[in-house]
Structure formats: structure tokens, C-alpha cells
């Protein structure tokens, strides 16, 4: 079937109608082949008519000339109950040669279920009046999967939401960027997010979506809480819903869960890019010893081509929980944690070990020896040994994040800083710039430490910092493990801080290969100073510098043995014993220099 172009009148409208359907089963797809070719040849549309409803709903439009060539279009009806009516329609623009046709019109898995004979097992559903046989997972879905609605009977309302009426008992986070919106019919931005709700599947129904268009920036994010629920105990809690992520420049949708109200939770499930322009069900299974929330987040892309729906949200085999999640001390690693002391004599330029009250010098803390018989001296100072398993950050911290701390009103989340991360969560296309393995355990599952530079602009740099060091040996040195691969890479240094003065002990710049790289930085005899790991970021996103397994190895500072020297030994002027070998070989071993004096 064609229209072959001849008149100028402009604005002509043609129409191909196509005989009333009386209903659709829940996977039915339409698809057809179009030809769209000529100069401004026109817009064509195909749209959705169903009896009762003044509105037509669009399911499909093409608005420009497509090339001298046919291609597929695939529509997603969905569960339509009612009867309907499919029309195409070609409007033209009036000053042009241009050929319009279509061709191969299919309808595919329309059909609601067919009866059973029998259902048994516990994970069927046999439907009251169709008899069908379908997966219990089904149920309480908000989709008519029997064909006579009585697998969507008997439901707990508070447990799905379909939007029809406002956000149900699901909120929006206070701690994001901006909200989810509630909408009907197509979203604002042409080429991207729905056409259609899912629920009906008509412009009538409400669904959510997230807009990508400015002012909403690149990794800018709203998130969506669901209520909370009681642990899963023995049972199996079941979250299912339908996202709709259509467009160029899609970004993310993923879902995380959560036992702790101020914190973002654990990722359960994401989806990256575009996904074609349909509703796509998601099943997910969650288990939680626990009182838990989950969270449904999605991200800007890199333009207003990457709308994000969300519809029809449901629990299956899930409880509400009648209360609140605890929160936790927000207090970073970098700080003092407070404590009552015990009964104690020591002066303010003695450390108090926290258990027997015993008094050290104050040097004597954070100095990679234990002094007290607690070891609450080097309780909260930089491990000696960091592999970041267990998403531990070891002690360090990032001062930039903790100035920030206390101002409510600023969002570190576009910020460029270091982050913990590791292969198993990455989204497509990520591990071409970030390490796909740690180093530690060289899998998908272990930790390390790395600046996402898909936050930030060029030159901005991120450091993370130890806790001041009091005191180091002549032997100290650090030996960290570097991942620098992408195109756009900016460098890594590592400096030391002491008092005002800055000094660079390390750098490295431009993209090193795929593999962990070894690196060892000498520090030697220092006291109270920091180290700083800083990144800088690239010119663009494809450039994560990464860092793994840092050692601080032979930093304890050197101990008078409280015995003579041996022969083998060298005394010291502060009367500390060293190797022989280690005389007059340019380190100054002894602390004072005396190994090094022209007069040895």
C-alpha cells in the first residue's frame, strides 16, 4: 500500500484504517515495514483508537524523509481489553515529489493464554473463568494476565502502584537532585521516553519519568523510595515494575536496597543505554535479615535525548514494616572519634590509651607501632596494609568532602572525587577507562579506590589524605598499586604536607596500559605530616585513575634497645643501634645523621 505524491495542496491527510479488534493478551506486538522517502516527504503516525475514549493515542510517528529504503517498525500494544481500531496517518507538506508505503503488517503473541486442562505445582496460577495456567509471579503484577482479571484480584493495594492517582505510598528522596515526574502521554522531548502509559497502554494512563532536558545536568539523579518492609525472613519478597528507557543518549536506571536510612544501600539490579522504544518487566528477588527500603534511581545522560519511564510497581510475597531504619554516625575516618576516657594522670601532650588509662608520648601515636596494650593509639590512623576489601577505606579521608560536610545546601554527587568501586558494577562500555579487576584478589567482586572522572570538568582534581603521622623510620617507604588507562587520562601524584609546606613525592601522567602498575615512593624519617594520593582529572569522562593494596612498609620509627650496641652494630649519637652495613649510604639512618658524618 502506497500514496504516491502529486498534488500541492498543502497539508493533505491520508488515512489507512484497520478493522476493530475486540482485545489483546499482555505480550502482543505489532510490527509493519514503512517507506518514507522525498524531499520534506511529511510526518506519518500510526495511532491507537479504542471505543469510549475522545483521544486517540499515538503508538508510532516517523517525521522526515527516512532514505530510498524500507524499514522495520515494531509497536508494543500490551493488554488492551477493550475493543479498537488501528489508523495510520500520512500528512504531507504540499511542495515535494515523495513516496510514502507499508508493507508486511503482523500482529504477534496477541492471543490471551490458552485454557489448561490441569494447573498444578506451587508455581502456577489457574485462572477462574479463562482457565488458563499461568506463572504465579504474575499475580498482583497490575497486568491482566489471565485474560478475565482474576489474577489481579484479592491484591494488597499498599503493596504496587501503578500512578494512576499520585506516587501511592512510594516517596521522593530529599537528598537528590530533582524528582520523578508524573505525566500522561508522550513526555516533552521528541525521539526520547514514552509514548504511553503502561497500565493502559493508551495517552489516558500515568506513568513516571525522569526529564533529561536542562537545567538537569550529566549524572545529575533523582531517586524514588519505596515504603518500607519487614524482613524476608524464610519467605521470598518479589519486586517487579517496568521501565521504558528510549533515546540516544539514555543513561542509567538502577535499583539498590537498603537497612540504613542515610545511606544509599547496595546496587541490586541497573540497566544502561537505550533499550528501544517499549515497556520492559523486571523481576527481582530480594532477601533481608533486616527491615529494608529500596531505592529506584535513575541518571542524566549527556543530553535531552534520554528520558526514563517508570510504571506499574508491585511486591509479591512482601510485608510493610510499621516503623523507622536506623540511621549511622556520619563521622568520617579522618576525624577524632570521641570516647570516655578512663581514669587517667596524663598531661595534655600525652596520648590516653583508651582501655587501661596508661599515658604515651603524644609523637608516639599514629607512628606504625602499637604503644599502648590496646592499640588504641593506631586505632584511628592509616592501616599499614589497605586493600580496600570489605569497602574499607583504611583511614583515609577526603578533606574537600569534609569541609562541605556541614552545608546542607551543596551536592557532592557531580563532584570529582575519589569513590570505592569494582568491576561487578559497572555499566557497559566502563571497564574501555576503569579497571575491570582490583588487584587484590584480581576479580570482578574486589575493591579498589579510583576518581570517576565522569564527575568533575578538566583540571579539577580530588585528593584523599591520611590522618597526620607522627613519626616515621629511617626505612619508610610506600608501595601502592596504580591503574591509569583511557584516552583522556589525566595524572596521579602522591605529596606530602607538613605544617604549610606541600612537597610532590611522586607523579604520574597520560594512560599507562590496562594493567595494575607497581609503584614505591620513599619517605624516610618524617614527622607529623600527611600523605596525599591527588588525581587530576582529563579533558573528558574516558580517563579513571585508579589505586590498590597501598602499603606503608618498615614505618615504624626506630627503638632504643635499652642494651649495648652490638659489634656488628653502629651506636648511634641518640644512642639508637643500626647495622653497620647501612653507614655512610646516603640515608640517614640513625635519625640524626650520625651514620653519615664525614668523621665516621
Known sequence: MFILKNSSSISQVAQ????????????????????????????????????GMKQPTVLWRTYYNEGNQWLKAVIQLGRLPHPFQLSLDKISLGFYDGVSAIDDIMFEN??????????????????????????????????????????????????QCNFENGLCNWEQDS?????????????PTVNTGP??????????????????????????????????????????????????????QVYKLSVFQRTVSNTKGWLLWYKFGNQGNRW?????????????????????????????????????????????????????????????????????EEFVCRMSGHCIQIIQKCDFRPDCPDKSDESVCVT????FENENHCGLYQPALEQMSGNYSIHTTNLFKWELGRGANFYPGQENHCPLIDHTTR???????????????????????????????????????????????????????????????????????TQWNRAEVFLGIRSNFQVIFRAKRGVSYMGDVAVDDITFE??????????????????????????????????NDCADNSDESPTI
Not at 489448561?116 to 504474575?138: M, Q
Not at 493502559?200 to 526529564?211: D, V
Open 384 to 387: 599499614e596494609n589497605c586493600d
Open 554 to 587: 618498615d614505618c615504624s620509627p626506630l627503638l632504643i634497645p635499652g642494651r649495648p650496641c652490638t659489634s656488628e652494630e653502629f651506636t648511634c649519637a641518640n644512642k639508637y643501634c643500626i647495622p653497620k652495613d647501612n653507614l655512610c649510604d646516603f640515608v
Open 280 to 348: 520492559i518487566r523486571q523481576t527481582l528477588t530480594i532477601s533481608s535479615s533486616k527491615p529494608f527500603q529500596i531505592l529506584v534511581k535513575g541518571t542524566v545522560g549527556d543530553g535531552f535525548t534520554g528520558d526514563i519511564g517508570l510504571d506499574d510497581t508491585s511486591f509479591l510475597g512482601c510485608t510493610l514494616y510499621n516503623g523507622n531504619l536506623p540511621t549511622i554516625s556520619t563521622t568520617t575516618s579522618g576525624t577524632s572519634v570521641p570516647a570516655t576516657l578512663p581514669m587517667n594522670s596524663c598531661t595534655e
Open 443 to 513: 576479580t570482578e567482586e574486589g575493591w579498589y579506590l579510583f576518581a570517576d572522572s565522569s564527575n568533575g570538568e578538566f583540571g579539577h582534581t580530588a585528593d584523599i589524605a591520611t590522618p597526620a603521622i607522627s613519626l616515621t623510620g629511617p626505612k619508610c617507604k610506600i608501595v601502592f598499586w596504580n591503574h591509569m588507562n583511557g584516552s583522556t587520562i589525566g595524572s596521579l601524584e602522591v605529596l606530602c604536607i607538613t605544617g604549610n609546606k606541600t612537597s610532590r613525592l611522586w607523579t604520574q601522567s597520560g594512560s599507562q596500559g
Open 110 to 159: 496477541c492471543a490471551c493464554p490458552h485454557p489448561a486442562l490441569s494447573c498444578e505445582g506451587p508455581n502456577r496460577f489457574w485462572c477462574r473463568d479463562t482457565k488458563a495456567c499461568i506463572d504465579s509471579l504474575l499475580i498482583c503484577d497490575l497486568v491482566d494476565d489471565c485474560g478475565d482479571g482474576s489474577d489481579e484480584e484479592n491484591c494488597n493495594p499498599d503493596l
Open 175 to 187: 537528598e537528590d537532585e530533582f524528582d520523578w515526574i508524573r505525566i500522561q502521554g508522550t513526555t
Open 195 to 248: 509514548l504511553k502509559d503502561h497500565t493502559t497502554g493508551t495517552a489516558s494512563g500515568h506513568y513516571l519519568y525522569m526529564e533529561s532536558s536542562e537545567p538537569h545536568q550529566f549524572q545529575d539523579k533523582a531517586v524514588l523510595l519505596s515504603p518500607l518492609f519487614n524482613p524476608s525472613g524464610n519467605r521470598t519478597c518479589i519486586f517487579r515494575f517496568h521501565y521504558h528507557m528510549f533515546g540516544k
Open 16 to 51: 489507512l484504517r484497520s478493522p476493530e479488534f475486540r482485545h489483546t493478551g499482555p505480550n502482543c506486538t505489532l510490527s509493519f515495514w514503512y517507506y518514507n522517502y522525498g524531499q520534506s516527504v511529511g510526518a506519518a503516525e500510526m495511532q491507537l483508537l479504542v471505543g
